[in-house]
T-cell receptor, first 112, second 113 residues
């Protein structure tokens, strides 16, 4: 079973920031938080991952709370092409702990 | 980011035949490759994990004799669906891991008639 809880759906206006929350209250000390997204009928696309520090790359920012029990993925300026299902996944490094188990994700709809 | 390819992107086959799907990591060597299946309007479900040169590890409920996985090199894994039936029709997606990061292929749509 997935170790994360996400809202099933969210809307966001084009050009605004999209903030996608994720709860992972049972995360272990050696587990990372990963974010992927899946646009309809395509393979999942890697977005970002982090352990305990906030992370930023060209796609998004990841904010992890100090107790690591929740995180937020931020898309700073959402576009229509960001409409997708976003998955928050908790997994370890290597071995079976590194297997990515997908939950139901959040369906983000970016509207003009 | 790293690129993972799959071939074919879609395939239609008759019931009872076998189908092979290839997964390649194009610009990196993957220590571990994974196979997922996704039915319409559902999330991805992990089928099996494979390491180069060793037998695949299958998730509970996945028939290893039906879904044959071969991981012959650090850049290639194949999934063969043997004696396919209409209920095997699905979207099959592979992924490859390098370090803590995992990259996914574009998926293969299998339709069994």
């Amino acid at each position: 079973d997935a170790k994360t809880t996400q809202p099933p759906s969210m809307d966001c206006a084009e050009g605004r920031a999209a903030n996608l929350p994720c709860n992972h209250s049972t995360i272990s000390g050696n587990e990372y938080v990963y974010w992927y997204r899946q646009i309809h009928s395509q393979g999942p696309q890697y977005i970002i991952h982090g352990l305990k520090n906030n992370e930023t790359n060209e796609m998004a920012s990841l904010i992890i709370t100090e107790d690591r029990k929740s995180s937020t993925l931020i898309l700073p300026h959402a576009t229509l092409r960001d409409t997708a299902v976003y998955y928050c996944i908790v997994a370890g490094w290597g071995g079976s702990q590194g297997n990515l188990i997908f939950g139901k994700g959040t369906k983000l709809s970016v509207k003009p | 980011g790293a690129v993972v390819s799959q071939h074919p992107s879609w395939v239609i086959c008759k019931s009872g035949t076998s189908v092979k799907i290839e997964c390649r990591s194009l610009d990196f060597q993957a220590t571990t490759m994974f196979w997922y299946r996704q039915f319409p309007k559902q999330s991805l479900m992990l089928m099996a994990t494979s390491n180069e040169g060793s037998k695949a590890t299958y998730e509970q409920g996945v028939e290893k004799d039906k879904f044959l996985i071969n991981h012959a090199s650090l850049t290639l894994s194949t999934l063969t669906v043997t004696s396919a039936h209409p209920e095997d029709s699905s979207f099959y997606i592979c992924s490859a891991r390098v370090g803590p990061e995992q990259y996914f292929g574009p998926g293969t749509r299998l339709t069994v008639t």
